[in-house]
């Protein structure tokens, strides 16, 4: 029996991606394991496996498509075996949010001629047509390259200012600020203890660790320590969460990121320093995956490496809440030797007020700074 391939769901907040390319052909044979398509989503561009052995039999969704998550895209099957349940085929003018493979769209009849006036129609293909709708762009502003001028889905595409990442992360955080009503408190660290720590590491033939490894590890700590912080909120309930996992911010060219790193309270600061690097050269590569983008309970975004000394970032919702990191600064602050020259940084942490109030989150974000002033128990 046929098989159906489904846009997959990477993310509990992820509502549709883009076929970027197929790999394979109509008619090709396919093993289960085997790349067969790029996909992109909110998170991440990734390679897209089958999972089953057989012949590429459909293509429903072509390159560019944008599909909800878990529509079907393909059917894999036996040579000459017919989908058991195919989609219905698009009538000639394909509203917003249907699209399917250019390639097998049936010769349109030509257009008809525009009447005398300032008015026009436009040739455009059906794929084209519903991908400008869901970006707002007129078509008639759009040069098509297609036969007689007729605008392609490739125009479109190149017309619009923002990609697939950046319109699904627009919608996120869009939808952080107006629906979630977040309160940012901020307080300082004196890191100059940490930081000497840091160095002895490194001095005894460590791998390099960053600030940010240490301020993983003490998230990670404190995250187990107060679990209401711990957890998402899904359809308006707090939903605390067993693993400890903490996303990272990174920014790429076009976008940004939030890989995850899993179980951050059960790993020494080298090892998160690993896989922190590892994660980071996935996601500047374009190598990153799913799972690498999945099951994240917190946050961590640090714009201190830009001057940045204080900021508001956005929750990164489903999660409760998410905690920025400033620039580190040299303060001269009175000391019990006297007035001393000291390492100063800004932890600004986000929460949402629904469901976290002013008191446990300043409890939560002082053991963060606590842990990070100790010093001694991150050097683990």
Known sequence: MAQNVIMPKTGMAMEEGTVV??????????????????????????????????????????????????????????????????????????????????????????????????????????????????????????????????????????FSPMSAMRKAIADKMRHSHEQVPAVTIITRADVTDLAEARRKMEFQGAQRVS?????????????REHPLINSLVVDGRTTPCEEVNVGIAVALQDGLVVPVIHGVDR?????????????????????????????????????????????TPLINIPESAILGIGAIEETLRMRPAGIEQR?????????????????????????????LESAGPLDA
């Not at 020494?268 to 190598?287: C, M, N, P």
């Open 21 to 158: 390319q197929w790999l394979k052909k109509v008619g090709d044979l396919v093993t289960r394991g085997e790349v067969i398509a790029v996909i992109e989503t909110d998170k991440v561009t990734m390679d897209l496996e089958s999972e089953y052995d057989g012949t590429l039999l459909e293509i429903v969704h072509g390159d560019g498509d944008v599909v909800a998550a878990t529509s079907t895209i393909a059917w894999i099957g036996q040579p000459g075996e017919t989908p058991a349940a195919p989609p219905p085929a698009l009538p000639p003018a394909a509203p917003a949010g249907t699209s399917r493979t250019e390639a097998a769209t049936p010769a349109a009849p030509p257009p008809p001629q525009a009447p005398a006036g300032p008015f026009r129609t436009v040739a455009a293909t059906p794929a084209a047509r519903a991908h400008a709708a869901r970006l707002g762009i007129g078509i008639s502003t759009v040069a098509g390259t297609g036969p007689d001028g007729a605008v392609c889905l490739r125009d479109v595409q190149g």
């Open 211 to 223: 600030f940010t490894d240490f301020i993983l590890r003490a998230a990670g700590t404190a995250l």
């Open 267 to 311: 790993l020494t600061v080298r090892q998160i320093a690993d896989a922190r690097r590892e994660l980071l050269e996935r996601a500047r590569s374009g190598k990153l995956q799913a799972a690498d983008c999945t099951g994240g309970t917190f946050t961590v975004t640090n714009l201190g490496m830009y001057g940045v000394t204080e900021f």
């Open 343 to 371: 390492k100063i940084m800004s932890l600004c942490l986000t929460h949402d007020h629904r469901h976290i109030d002013g008191a446990p989150a300043a409890v939560f974000l002082g053991r963060i700074r606590g842990l």
